[in-house]
């Protein structure tokens, strides 16, 4: 069945260093893969997307990596910083219909 | 902001009460959703409305109904409901067109029952 697993339930990384989030699917069908940033006391909030005729993608300081071969989705932050300090979620929609499923969630912790 | 307002940010209430959770979009969507965050839990999708239809339910106890009066605005109503129920609820609005499906979140619901 469906399923989004991430690999770590928290990441902490030290102000200035690369942060890698990762996470596994399960369902090949998917076709459109989101990561959402969810502070404290707030709704989650889209960072980057990727679908699935790409590899890889990158926007501000962010990176996500997509291997369909092995199922797995990563997101790169450079340069990590105090405001990168979240929940970190990601998200599949199944070709046809465009549910999100989501993740567990990693908190990211970044020291100073 | 992300242009989804949920009303009211926080909620207590008692296994008795009747409350309802409010969500509003005004992004032009023609898709909302219901979630429950929960601790250490996936967020769990309750209801998905497409075109103002309830197109998806995913076996959510009856004590949550949802109402969806037209496409900007839609309701969770609360009844009797569990300590167990207790959650941060999400509203998501989504424009469901090919190949896209971000999701733009409110801020939640904290809901407490007590």
């Known amino acids: 069945g469906e399923s989004v697993g991430l690999h770590l339930p928290t990441l902490s990384v030290q102000e200035g260093d690369n942060s890698i989030i990762n996470c596994a699917y399960s369902n090949s069908a998917s076709d459109y893969f989101i990561w959402y940033k969810q502070e404290s006391g707030k709704g989650p909030q889209f960072i980057i997307d990727i679908r699935s005729n790409m590899d890889k993608r990158q926007g501000q300081r962010v990176t996500v990596l997509l291997n369909k071969t092995v199922k797995h989705l990563s997101l790169q932050i450079a340069a990590t910083q105090p405001g990168d300090s979240a929940v970190y979620f990601c998200a599949e929609k199944d070709t046809g219909f465009q549910k999100l499923v989501f993740g567990t969630g990693t908190r990211l912790l970044v020291r100073p | 902001e992300t242009g989804v307002t949920q009303t009211p940010r926080h909620l207590v209430m008692g296994m008795t009460n009747k409350k309802s959770l409010k969500c509003e979009q005004h992004?032009?969507?023609?898709?909302m959703y219901w979630y429950k965050q929960s601790a250490k839990k996936p967020l769990e999708l309750m209801f998905v409305?497409?075109?103002?239809?309830?197109?998806e339910n995913n076996s959510v106890p009856s004590r949550f109904s949802p109402e969806c009066p037209n496409s900007s605005h839609l309701f969770l109503h609360l009844h009797t409901l569990q300590p167990e129920d207790s959650a941060l609820y999400l509203c998501a609005s989504q424009l469901e067109r090919a190949g896209f499906a971000e999701a733009f979140f409110g801020q939640g619901t904290r809901l407490t029952v007590v």
């Open positions: 409305y497409s075109l103002e239809e309830r197109v």
């Open positions: 992004l032009g969507h023609n898709a």
